[in-house]
């Protein structure tokens, strides 16, 4: 079944996105193009209303709650058990051929689905003058990048990546409203309304694929491109080819037979942007801003690029730091607390590993399916159907309809996501009182409890002082609860270091794992000057014996030093050494960066 | 219209007018998008959206559609509604019960989404889908109680379904489409932890409840539920008129919403507060006319009025502003009301 829907030239704004689109289906060298965005962007109507736009194209969906065997294709059912016939039932992919795959909500799929997707919409370059099966299907995913992002080599199999942006300007909100609210109520006045459009839309897409393979790109416009991919840092050929071929397809789009620096400038917009090497420092906060300084202009022209276009990647342009925001992201929240931080220094981190884990317990979703190594915890029915099938004509079968061996038997394979735990221990003796310091540390928590959100972690809080430690907020993901603690950390007194150590290392362990690799993180926030003993001895050597204590669990640690000025003491460093953890010192760092260090450190 | 036995009568509860409006607002116009209703234990929560059950009104869908496909939308019907069409059929028209139906926290995606039918395929060697509860939600109320602790791969399938208004599977050998429009309605405890920011983001309303009103009240909550135990259904026949009347007043209202688009004050209005409250979006800007059109509707007018939209305004932005997280209270509405008087005198 399909809905109706929404006509593609009804789409308010966005012009840059409906151009990546259209050329996409003008190209059949085009494979995958991915649309980011908050939610409520027109996103998925714009996909959507791609359907019929060529004839015969259509929207194939891949939902989220697809199994591998429905991907790829299995054995048929029901002709192995009625007819005893071994049949291949094609997958999702197969099914897509010629059309649109369609994944919303792309960045929730397990990894090894995107990449398969990504693969087979790729079939590589097809035969000589003969471009139209260059493509097996065209892969469309779109993707809220507040939920998680897709890992940067999934990433630069796309084609094109586009953003979609909103507007505040209140008359084309009004538009929107109106034309939305006309198609809910008045469908067939509303569509009515853009079908001359549609048709003319129709007529330029069929012209433009028609005129394609007439369509030329001087060598000068290739070296352009092939000096742009190099200026931007981009690595291997893909982004050049992307351009090139989206380039063709502006071009054809245009009626013109000749691809001119203009298409190109917008390709690159389209197909460069998230190719681009970013410091992940950076990147979190300005994924698409022009802020690199490799990148140099190409072309004098070129400076009005993308003017108007918001939201894009600039070509060329003197490097005015233009800060993007991406849409749903909020505030820094460490500028609440610590206005007018600067970077002291790079942060390179991985990506992060965790997220998502085979989950060994029965829950998650239902990925595929495996022989069973013992005892089936977790019958994939319908696998071990098929996988009985096939020898049914053969077998005794009784009464039965079907006659399952326990060789059949086939086990579901779950996936889920994995949150990690995070534990900071704060310390909250007199030297923490220091306003600013104690901002930054609350700067850092919120953040990374902001995280918690789209990661699935839960954080909890410690604090040491006087002759005591307590916990100040049990593992929780609520925004609201760990706030309400935050604020009101009380500080002054001394510093029984060792005795924090051991009630945060209770409270870890009073987590239970919820899979054998849910991570569990302690962040020690300290200048280290322990000064309570805990068993008359030296305070600070206590705290040591027992960070060595922890160093053998699987506990990831993190000391942020709180000490400044000089003379450095040493005994941050020396704990995170116990501890055999990182060390960061907080003196040179923003509560932001803080927050993505431990994240990095914490994951890696 | 069949009563159940156990249910606390809805026009028995006491207070929480805000809940209860937000509630048949949704009733009225699903396309608003459900409500999440925030508040601790005991809030009545829980209670309200199991007794709306009893003043949901019949709705319209084609007789023998396992679907329940609503009736006069031929574009949005079914396969099997669409096949049958094609094959010359008529379809007939049959009034059924709107319901609620829960989605259970241990709910398997399997049992959400529908499956291979397995004791069919056994039986019979064919292929069968076995519709979920995301076919059951069809048309109906989709209830979550603790919405927040909900799995994130559940959470995913309904955001998937709710999206579109259809639930495609693709699972165990089965490959199949079926329509799922249903009204989501979630309860949570937010001090039990925070829902995902799209979850959210796909409620139409939100209404936070809370406990502590005034003694008076208090003592008839208490007086009405010891009544309600010791016997329930004499209980529930003293409301049985009003459960009558709010159920006409439903009906009456679904008659004459949605019969224009409202005026261009209307529309200017909701998209600057919005822009005002820097709520992202357009999807606020759509539901805080959808909810003004229909709380107009509830009261008896087609024509949606300045005062309607202002009504609605703290049911559907509060939680759509995101730009500051950590504040106390996220919107005051009395400052709102004040702004909207001022920006938008009548």
Known sequence: MMAPTFPFSGVVGNERVKKGLLAALVSPDVTGVLIRGGPGTAKTTLVRGMAGLVPGVDIVNLPLNVTEEQMTGSLDLEGALTQGEVRYLPGLLRRAQGHILYADEINLLPEKMVHLMTQSCDVGDGPEGNPREARSFLLIGTMDPDEGELSSHLMDRFDMVLDVTETNDAEIRKEILRRVLEFSLERSVSIDRFSSEEDRLRQRISEARDLLKYVTLAPGHIETIAQLARDLGIEGSRG???????????????????????????????????????????????????????????????????????????????????????????????????????????????EGKRGRVISDRRRGRYIASRMPTGRPQDLALDATLRAAAPFQGSRERGELAVSILPSDLREKVRMSKSGSTIIFLVDASGSMGVKERMATVKGTVLTILTDAYRKRDSVGLVIFHRNTADVLLQPTRSVHAAYKKLREIPTGGRTPLALGLIKANDLLCSCRPLGKRQERSLVVISDGRANVPLAGGDPFNEALDIAREISRTTVRTVV??????????????????????????????????????????AET | MERCRS??????????????????????????????????????????????????????????????????????????????????????????????????????????????????????????????????????????????????????????????????????????????????????????????????????????????????????????RIS??????RFREAFFSEEDRIRDDIISAQNIMGRSIPSDDVLEMAVQTCVHLGVDGHRADLTLVKAAMASAAMRGRDKVGKEDVQRVAGMVLPHRMRRTPFEESDLNQKELNAWMCARFPS
């Open chain 2, 7 to 224: 249910t606390y009568p809805f026009a028995a509860i006491v207070g929480q007018e805000e809940m209860k409006e937000a509630l048949l607002l949704n009733v009225v116009y699903p396309m608003i998008g459900g409500v999440l209703i925030r508040g601790e234990k005991g809030t009545a929560k829980s209670t309200a959206v199991r007794s709306l059950a009893e003043i949901l009104p019949r709705r319209m869908v084609v007789s023998g559609c396992p679907f329940r496909c609503a009736w006069g939308d031929p574009d949005r019907y079914c396969s099997y509604c669409q096949e049958r069409m094609a094959s010359g059929e008529q379809l007939v028209v049959e009034h059924v019960p709107m319901r609620v139906v829960e989605l259970p926290l241990n709910a398997t995606e399997d049992r959400v989404a529908g499956t291979l039918d397995i004791e069919h395929a056994i039986k019979t060697g064919k292929k069968r889908f076995e519709p979920g509860l995301l076919a059951a939600a069809n048309g109906n109320i989709l209830y979550v109680d603790e919405v927040n602790l909900l799995d994130d791969h559940i959470v995913d399938l309904l955001l998937d379904a709710a999206a579109m208004g259809i639930n495609y599977v693709e699972r165990e050998g089965v490959s199949f489409a079926h329509p799922s429009r249903f009204i989501m309605v979630g309860t949570m405890n937010p001090e039990e932890g925070e829902l995902r920011p799209q979850l959210l983001d796909r409620f139409g309303l939100t209404v936070d409840v809370s406990g502590d009103m005034d003694i008076g009240k208090r003592k008839e909550i208490v007086e009405r």
């Open chain 1, 560 to 601: 942020v030093d709180t000490g400044t000025g000089m003379p450095r003491i040493d005994r941050g460093e020396r704990l995170a050494r116990a501890l055999g953890g990182s060390y960061l010192r907080l003196e040179e760092m923003s509560s932001a960066q803080l927050a993505r260090t431990i994240r990095a450190s």
């Open chain 2, 228 to 233: 309600f135990e010791r016997d329930p259904d």
């Open chain 1, 240 to 350: 050049g080819i992307a351009v090139a071929r989206t380039a063709k397809a502006l071009a054809a789009l245009e009626g013109r037979e000749e691809v001119i620096l203009d298409d190109v400038k917008m390709a690159a917009t389209l197909c460069l942007a998230h190719r681009r090497r970013i410091d992940r420092d950076q990147g979190e906060e300005e994924p698409v801003a022009e802020d690199s300084p490799a990148s140099r202009p190409v072309d004098r022209e070129q400076t009005q690029t993308t003017a108007g276009e918001s939201g894009g990647m600039e070509v060329t342009g003197p490097s005015a730091p233009d800060r993007v925001i991406p849409i749903g992201t909020g505030p820094d929240l460490a500028d609440i607390f610590v206005p007018g931080r600067t970077t002291a220094r790079p942060i390179h981190s991985q």
